[in-house]
């Protein structure tokens, strides 16, 4: 796939991801143990809008590498959008999410599956590296303040999309509940149907005056 | 062509952009990688911005090199590419390492030893328009902001194609000309002004950065690096520009 991207910004995109995803495997060996299973594993990722394509290549020693340029066959591609990708990406339940989205999977869906599921259950030991930076006591403290912190947001985050969607639904009445909106679909379904109906007898009904009058 | 039939025929080239004789050439090219040899990752660093390490990435990604395949690294200086690609071949590959520069050859395997990557790794000095290599004996010739330096491209084209395997490819990574004519301006400007300015700086050597900008202007555009490569029997020529086109990475497949 030729995409119209300057090959370095892509490639300095991907160095950055490569990087973090990595580091944070680092700090999380038993996601680092998962992925190392799934060694050899190619995984292409083709998206439309932006047109990019995108290789995850699991390396033996459980580390992930991404480039924009592969010739190794893939165990399995994913097209779409950019929307469908990261709504992928950030789904609680990958495989549900797949088969429900306009994605189109080319192979083995199985690797894809496993490599979302690590990613999203990836715990990173953010402590080890503070500890090595700044000793035992003031790392671990510092630690425990960013967990606190990131604890706090994820909260705050839940509370907020919870709150927000009340508002929406229930006091503001800004948009309908999806019950009531997918009772509404189906009253249109039996409404058109109805239609239908009414067309076919209103056609019989002219064809049978049509031949009475000849 | 012999240095002692260029010298007498008086064949001239182009040193940046001095016009020399072709016996000439070689040794100047020396004088300036004697001179930056030391700094030279430095000095890589700081005039791109570390964007080199991109240009590579994607260059090494393009070899699409294999386990226990042989690569020949040309102009290969300091080793960083010849790093990667002694990891990518495993064991079972060879990775050569070649440069005409003495000076050169010597950080490259002092930095290799260094980081470790012994075993499948080999320098050779040489020059690239007479490579000492049987026939179809190498899988994959890479030559990153060399082959601008060599005296005779087309000759040295057509010995890096004598010496590929059928199938084997070429990756030629060298500045080109910039796509777009406002950042051609910043470019020379930048080339041209903070350059050597730089060189002086950092290296205290500003005519040795001169002539890295002079030679880049002097080196074939994109279009026809592709010709000669096609000239000297590659097939499926194809480039690829880089941060605009100040760089271009060409590949060819040896038929």
């Known amino acids: 796939m030729n995409t119209d991207h300057d090959p370095a910004v892509i490639t300095a995109v991907l160095m950055a991801a490569e990087g973090a995803i990595n580091r944070s495997l680092e700090l999380d060996p038993a996601s680092a143990r998962d992925l190392a299973d799934l060694s050899g594993t190619v995984l292409a990722v083709e998206c439309w809008a932006p047109a990019l394509e995108v290789f995850a290549i699991v390396e033996a020693d459980g580390r992930l590498h991404l480039t924009s340029y592969s010739e190794q066959p893939c165990n399995v591609r994913v097209r779409g959008g950019l929307s469908d990708f990261l709504t992928l990406a950030t789904a609680e339940d990958p495989a549900v999410t797949l088969i429900n989205s306009d994605l189109e999977i080319i192979g083995n869906s199985a690797p894809l599956i496993a490599l979302q599921t690590i990613v999203a259950k990836m715990q990173p030991d953010w402590e080890a590296p503070l500890v090595e930076v700044l000793g035992d006591v003031a790392g671990h403290q510092l630690a425990n303040l960013l967990r606190q912190i990131f604890r706090w947001g994820q909260t705050s985050s839940q509370s907020l999309r919870r709150q927000l969607s009340e508002f929406i639904l229930e006091e503001g009445r800004l948009s309908p509940p999806a019950a009531e909106l997918e009772y509404f679909y189906q009253e249109i379904d039996t409404l058109v149907l109805k239609v239908d109906r009414l067309e076919s007898r209103l056609k019989r009904l002219a064809h049978r005056v049509d031949s009475q009058i000849q | ?255």
Not at chain 2, 31 to 46: E, I, K, P, Q, T
């Open chain 2, 1 to 255: 062509m012999t240095d002692k039939t260029n010298a007498e025929s008086g064949e001239t080239t182009h040193f940046g952009f001095e016009t020399v004789n072709k016996n000439q050439k070689e040794s100047l090219v020396r004088g300036v990688f004697d001179s930056v040899a030391s700094r030279y990752d430095v000095m890589n660093d700081l005039m791109s911005a570390g964007i080199h390490r991109l240009w590579k990435r994607f260059t090494i990604e393009l070899s699409a090199v294999r386990p226990g395949q042989t690569v020949l690294d040309i102009a290969g200086g300091t080793g960083d590419l010849a790093a990667k690609f002694s990891h990518l071949v495993g064991d079972d590959g060879k990775v050569l390492l070649a440069d005409i520069n003495d000076s050169m050859l010597k950080v490259g395997r002092d930095r290799l030893l260094d980081s470790g990557a012994v075993g499948n790794l080999h320098m050779v000095q040489c020059d690239a328009q007479m490579l000492p290599f049987p026939d179809a004996s190498i899988d994959c010739i890479t030559i990153a902001f060399g082959l601008r330096n060599v005296t005779d491209k087309d000759m040295a084209l057509r010995s890096m194609e004598r010496i590929l395997k059928p199938g084997g490819r070429l990756l030629v990574l060298e500045f080109s000309k910039p796509v777009n004519p406002v950042l051609e301006k910043i470019y020379d400007t930048y080339s041209f002004r903070i350059l050597p300015m730089m060189g002086q700086l950092i290296a205290n050597d500003a005519d040795s950065y001169r002539y890295l900008a002079e030679s880049i202007r002097k080196h074939p555009d994109q279009e026809t690096l592709l010709g000669m490569m096609e000239d000297a029997g590659l097939v499926n020529c194809e480039y690829h520009n880089m941060t605009g086109g100040i760089v271009a990475v060409h590949r060819g497949i040896k038929a």
